[in-house]
């Protein structure tokens, strides 16, 4: 689990560097356009999700700002499983469909690293929980020790690496 590394964000022809783009949930479309772009950079695409650093930034996507961390789950759960299965299929409060088609496939037959943002502690349970990565942004360097200890702890309970 990464926690506070900052990737480099180019598209050219270097194969080692990687892609960082970034989803605000409930906004879905982005995690075919995400599919793509792991595919045009060979693999290198690390996506970033968040809730949204301002209730009116989640409003505006269409989603009610009270439930944003509830939809930010659920939309983690839908973009894996189109990610992750040959037919995708899922049923919750706000998405529903049944095999459903989804390409391009990932490079690595698994799915990008998944890097949730923000320094909340909703945000580094939620990292514990199905996250790849923790990239809280603004924060003092006090919480960030604290948030880095909170999720490393959260991460061993969870029985999750927290050193992936």
Same mark, same amino acid.
């Given at each position: ?29 982005? +995690? ?8 045009? +950079? ?57 095999? @459903?088609?989804? +390409? ?9 690293? @998944? ?25 003092? +360097? ?23």
């Amino acid at each position: 689990m990464s926690v506070g590394r900052q990737p480099i964000v180019i598209m050219q022809s270097a194969s080692r560097a990687a892609v960082n783009g970034a989803v605000t949930a409930p906004e879905l479309m982005p +995690s075919i356009n995400a599919a793509t772009l792991d595919a045009l +950079s060979e693999g290198r695409l690390i996506l970033g999700v968040g809730v949204g650093a301002l209730r009116e930034e989640f409003a505006a996507l269409g989603g009610p700002a009270t439930r944003r961390g509830a939809i930010t789950d659920e939309s983690i759960a839908v973009i894996k499983d189109l990610w992750t299965n040959p037919e995708p299929s899922y049923t919750g409060g706000r998405f529903a469909f049944r095999n @459903l088609g989804f +390409s391009p496939n990932y490079v690595d037959q698994r799915h990008p690293p @998944l890097w949730i943002g923000g320094g909340s502690p909703a945000a580094i349970r939620r990292t514990a929980r199905v996250g790849d990565g923790w990239h809280p942004t603004n924060i003092p +360097s006090a919480e960030y020790a604290q948030g880095a200890s909170d999720l490393r702890d959260q991460a061993l309970e969870l029985g999750r690496n927290p050193d992936l």
